[in-house]
């Protein structure tokens, strides 16, 4: 396993395995890596002769008020972690590497990001579809792992990788949730002691809504309702959005009669946290 | 030869190319292909195993004013002279298989996009990115060809390329002219007789600017003004802009100290023509 940090690197090591007739497996992620990472790791490494992890804080995705700065780094620790699962490279550029003087193209779209996330967060999906662009030409991956986590972020990637047609495929993987049922996240270091107990009301709001749609609830105002009150119960937690949309098109909808996505974004503290579950998966 | 119209018929006959090691040409055009087609892709032919010649009235790069309807079409003619000119495909889609219901993903840039041509046609390289985009990710080549005529579109191009870390080689080829001087173009087909004799002042133009230039004139203003003073004295054409600007940046200049582009529109009639020289070839 080795550290990269520069383009040229990356496409040298690439067009060796090419070379060789191997597949190639990409993990796109912001670093300080955790078992959510690591499934999306395990899946590569089972599917692929070789994976490339990126760990880049991609500056384009955070808004002027956004914690760019305070965003946790820990490449020694990701490296051990990247290795312990099969992982071939880690691709650690500087932002400089990346967006180079002058730079000033990008990739965005005029549906899905206009929902959820891209309310709160305006210029976020430009800057992870644009990284992601950007990563899928470095690597040329024959598939890409991404979390159901970011659940928009993965409906946005499979809308740009099928309007632009991108030769890859993408894989969604399942969240990965502490043993209290806290989902994965790099912001969760963020946390105090306190409001880690409170941002627990997120996963019982998730899970409160699976419960009432495994039995039988069709009514998402319903669902929506009584995830909110939980909560609001909670005086640490302050809600951006509970909302329930169509999967194709990140639409609100009424009623759950298609495949949908049930998301939320809540404040814990300042700590800004998401969580979510598709009906699907229920 | 072989005209084909799916994106799975060109990807499984480039997979095949592939497959025996051979490398792969584009040259992505609107058809009604001329000779300054023909020379692009001559060039491909000498450089590459094999050509693909894109032909599509891409409808995205056209504002709602603009003509898409009447933009000539000849598929027919134009396999014959790809055939004559050694390439092995030409990709022609209908619409709908480039932008299926629910398109909404686009590449576009900051800058070069808001001088020139940009000015006029405010929609017009967002939609060349994608769709160049797109036919990128398609065929895959090793190398793309673009015609200086097209000079801000070569640079936009150029500048996605770079950015978003495409890995392909673009190829810029000179611009091909009619015996007496006027730039080829599919456009052309718009114009009357007398129309025609009229187009003729913007290559005139070209060529006074060239040998201002060539003496040693480093002023753009005096430059422009004879260039203007010229294209005025026809009185069937308005002119859209004469500009000179840096190759780069495509940014306004006035003083030709660096490497720059001299770059005009005009309406002839109802007809948009453009037309220009980079000081580089004078």
Partial sequence: MKVVKTIDEVRAQVREWRAQGLTVGLVPTMGYLHEGHASL?????????????????????????????SYPRDIERDAKLVEE??????????????YHEGFSSF??????????????????FRGVCTVVSKLF????????YFGKKDAQQLAVIRHM???????????????VREADGLAKSSR????????????LVLSKAVFLGMDMVKK???DCSAIIGEMKKLIES????????????????MQQITCLDRPALCAMAAYIGSTRLIDNFFTEDV
């Fill in 41 to 69: 790791i395990d899946a590569s490494h089972r599917d692929n002769d070789r994976t490339v992890v990126s760990d880049f804080v991609n500056p384009m995705q955070f808004g002027p008020t956004e914690d760019l700065e």
């Fill in 85 to 98: 699962h099969g992982g071939d490279i880690i691709f650690n550029p500087e932002p400089s590497e990346m």
């Fill in 107 to 124: 990739v965005d779209m005029t549906v899905l990001t206009q929902e959820l996330c891209g309310l709160s967060r305006p210029v976020h």
């Fill in 137 to 144: 030409n470095i690597v040329k991956p024959d598939r890409a």
């Fill in 161 to 175: 990788v099928d309007d632009l047609n991108m030769d890859i495929e993408i894989i969604g993987c399942p969240i």
């Fill in 188 to 199: 969760n270091t963020y946390l105090s002691e306190a409001e880690r107990e409170a941002a």
């Fill in 216 to 218: 039988g609830e069709k």
């Fill in 234 to 249: 909670e005086p640490l937690a302050r809600i951006d959005y509970v909302k329930i949309v169509d999967c194709a098109t």
